[in-house]
């Protein structure tokens, strides 16, 4: 079972990515999905999750009105979409799930959880 995240890279200020996060081994159609971010001296925060049906979700408020979550229970993937990047978004990012966890809004406020999925980061980089 494996989380396999992708689409980081250098950006600019301003400018948007969208980060993937595909899951194979089994379906994670019952379990919440969020995405998490470290940076460099900073605690691990949640940046969205969205729970299991997708209709559900939560945004960390550094985040809002930027980035948005989503998932495709049939590709198995979550997506982030970033938008209006700015540099103190630099972090690696990370998916994770866990089948104890369904509600977004758990993902967003259990801190320091130790997630039983828990994807290899993908690298965002924004410069000013």
């Known amino acids: 079972v494996q989380l396999q995240a992708s689409g980081g890279g250098l950006a600019q200020a301003g400018d948007s990515l969208k980060l993937s996060c595909t899951a194979s081994?089994?379906?994670?159609?019952?379990?919440?999905m969020g995405w998490f971010r470290r940076a460099p001296g900073k605690d691990r925060e949640c940046v969205a999750a969205?729970?299991?049906?997708?209709?559900?979700?939560y945004h960390a408020d550094s985040v809002k009105g930027r980035f948005t979550i989503s998932r495709d229970h049939a590709k198995n993937t979550v997506y982030l979409q970033m938008n209006s990047l700015k540099p103190e978004d630099t972090a690696v990012y990370h998916c994770?799930?866990?089948?104890?966890?369904?509600?977004?809004?758990?993902?967003?406020?259990?801190?320091?959880?130790?997630?039983?999925?828990w994807g290899q980061g993908t690298v965002v980089t924004v410069s000013s």
């Open positions: 081994g089994r379906s994670f159609s019952s379990f919440a």
């Open positions: 994770a799930a866990d089948p104890g966890v369904t509600s977004a809004h758990a993902m967003g406020v259990m801190t320091s959880y130790e997630y039983h999925y």
């Open positions: 969205i729970n299991w049906s997708g209709g559900g979700t």
